[in-house]
T-cell receptor, first 110, second 115 residues
């Protein structure tokens, strides 16, 4: 089992819809979770971090964390074509280094 | 958040040569890391750059091939030595502060092509 797994893509949604990206992790002791967005040819950009169970909202983005289920998700409301990118789930260790999922490529169609 | 400047942004190199990639952070960070990202794939950690001591390498990566320096808390270099076409990839540095709650930020990446 991979340490960090993301739902396989690619994911395609129409403009204005909700995009749902999912991630599971294997280390029960993990305390923080990050979502990065990576446009083609660019480096990853941190867009959300979450540390506590429940939801965290930032604009059109909502991160959801369920530590009992070892599950973290990212919802993008009112999806825009500019949201088309690869989204990476990352789980850092105590040493600060992160394990990344394989990423989910999202395409938002106008 | 820290801003990380990485250079060069891209290079085309002859096999058998070496390339040194530099990362400069605009503030002190306790942790710096080097990643490799093959086309269409996720990030693979090469090593943790330790300030004032030898880097800590992940399985499959060795110091002779990827020597790393970190002379202070804002700067690190990665050298890709004796390059072959298999080394063609994107190399990324990241920095952050220690702790599980710490966020990490990335440089712009170096796209390396070995011919």
């Amino acid at each position: 089992q991979k340490e960090v797994e993301q739902n396989s893509g690619p994911l395609s949604v129409p403009e204005g819809a909700i995009a749902s990206l999912n991630c599971t992790y294997s280390d029960r002791g993990s305390q923080s979770f990050f979502w990065y967005r990576q446009y083609s040819g660019k480096s990853p950009e941190l867009i959300m971090s979450i540390y506590s169970n429940g939801d965290k909202e930032d604009g059109r983005f909502t991160a959801q964390l369920n530590k009992a289920s070892q599950y973290v998700s990212l919802l993008i409301r009112d999806s825009q074509p500019s949201d088309s990118a690869t989204y990476l789930c990352a789980v850092p260790t105590n040493a600060g280094k992160s394990t990344f999922g394989d990423g989910t490529t999202l395409t938002v169609k106008p | 958040s820290a801003v990380i400047s990485q250079k060069p942004s891209r290079d085309i190199c002859q096999r058998g040569t070496s390339l040194t990639i530099q990362c400069q952070v605009d503030s002190q960070v306790t942790m710096m890391f080097w990643y490799r990202q093959q086309p269409g794939q996720s990030l693979t950690l090469i090593a943790t750059a330790n300030q004032g001591s030898e880097a800590t390498y992940e399985s499959g990566f060795v110091i002779d091939k990827f020597p790393i320096s970190r002379p202070n808390l804002t700067f690190s270099t990665l050298t890709v030595s004796n390059m072959s076409p298999e080394d063609s990839s994107i190399y990324l540095c990241s920095g952050g502060n220690q702790g599980r709650l710490a966020e990490a930020f990335f440089g712009q990446g170096t796209r390396l092509t070995v011919v």
